[in-house]
């Protein structure tokens, strides 16, 4: 019985990791107070990810890029590459970096990681691999993909699947 329950657990804790790559944190629905506890509760500020100095913007990583000063990598695996990814970005996934191939990546340049996550974990945890294999400037792309393509970012994308 023992072992079950910690089977149990241990299966709850994975699938409540495996969701937070996909799901906002604004998904996560907690009870609301009772409006008397409400009054006394402050509002906690939610710092900007753009203030991060291991996060960058759009709006930055475009202008880098631009001036050849960056690279960007696609740290989604190759499958994800191949539907769609930032036009000139690299497919150098997660799973490599954590096997610490990094083949291929400039050390010279500002290294900018995508993934789709909406709050840029597995781009932040390929900065910090990144960091440990010795590269000095990288940082994770605020928003992934998504917001690269909202900003009027140019994304390449696999022709469509046509039905026989």
Known sequence: MKSRNVILSGALLLSGLSLACHQPSSAVSSPSPTPAVAATIAPIATPNPENDPKRI???????????????VIDVRGPDAYKIAHIKGAIEH????LEGMDYKGLPKNKLII??????????SLRAVTLLEQGGFKNAKALVGGNAAWEAAGGEMIKAPPASNP
């Open 93 to 96: 996934s997660i799973g490599r």
């Open 57 to 71: 913007s759009v709006a930055d990583a475009k202008a880098a890029v631009a001036k050849g000063e960056a690279v």
């Open 113 to 122: 990681a995508y993934c789709s996550c909406p709050a840029e974990q597995t």
